[in-house]
Structure formats: structure tokens, C-alpha cells
């Protein structure tokens, strides 16, 4: 989200709860905290809590109010990555691929390089590449 955006859905706060709960420092706060959020996030809480609250909703109250709209618009992407998935060989679609390193009896999980690994196992590591010692 730019600067523009932010300033526009602050200025639709100040409309309703008044100049000063959002002025001076606490707007520099507010921009720092969610700078990085997607601007239709931002939108929605704001008229979320517009809704919602009587009184100026603090740091706090954006931050709760803010998750649910994080993880919608987080499910929404996951589906939009596996709407164009394929059948993957090395996983079955299941996103964790196993290998055995040469001369060992057990198996690593690693995060399948196709759609399924990379939406639902980020925190695994990738399967090591150009490496002859490792057996799928």
C-alpha cells in the first residue's frame, strides 16, 4: 500500500472520529505498522471498524481486526496458486517430497518444488538440486 492509499483511509477515520485521534505521531505510527499490508486489507478494516466502534480504534483494534481480513485474503491466494496445479510425480499433490542421501537408511522431508509444496510447506527446505547423491 502506498502513502496515498494509507492517507485516504485515515482521512475516512478523521471524518468520523475526528482530527485529532489520528494526527501527528500516531499517523507516522500507524504508517510504519502497516505500510507493507495490501491496500484492500487496509480498506476493509477501516470500514470494518468504522462500522463497528464508537470510539477511535487504536493500534490494538486494527491489529484484531486485521487478522481475520489477512487470513481471507491469504486463503484466497492459496486457492488462486492451486487453482492451476498439476498432478505432481515427485509428491502425489501432497507437497513434501522424500530423499535418501546415499549410504543412509533414512528419509529427509523436503518442500516439493510444485505448486502444492510452495503454498502448504514454506518452511521446509527445498529439494537439493545438482547434487548425485541424493535417491527420490
Known amino acids: 500500500m502506498n502513502e496515498k492509499d494509507f492517507a485516504f483511509q485515515i482521512e475516512r477515520l478523521k471524518s468520523v472520529y475526528g482530527d485529532k485521534a489520528y494526527s501527528g505521531e500516531r499517523y507516522f505510527i500507524f504508517l510504519k505498522e502497516f505500510a507493507d499490508l495490501p491496500r484492500e486489507v487496509f480498506e476493509k478494516t477501516v470500514t470494518n471498524l468504522i ?34 496445479a498439476y498432478d ?26 510444485c505448486a502444492y509444496g510452495r503454498v502448504n510447506y514454506p518452511a521446509y527446505p527445498e529439494i537439493p538440486t545438482g547434487q548425485n547423491d541424493w535417491f527420490f
Not at 493500534?59 to 486463503?75: G, H, I, T, V
Not at 549410504?103 to 516439493?112: I, K, P, T
Open 51 to 84: 462500522a463497528t466502534e464508537i470510539r477511535p480504534p487504536m493500534l490494538n483494534k486494527f491489529r484484531e481486526a486485521m487478522q481475520e481480513d489477512l487470513n481471507l485474503a491469504a486463503q484466497a491466494k492459496k486457492a488462486e496458486l492451486l487453482k492451476n
Open 88 to 113: 505432481c510425480r515427485k509428491c502425489g499433490n501432497v507437497g513434501v517430497a522424500y530423499a535418501k542421501k546415499k549410504g543412509e537408511q533414512f528419509a529427509y522431508a523436503f518442500q516439493c518444488s
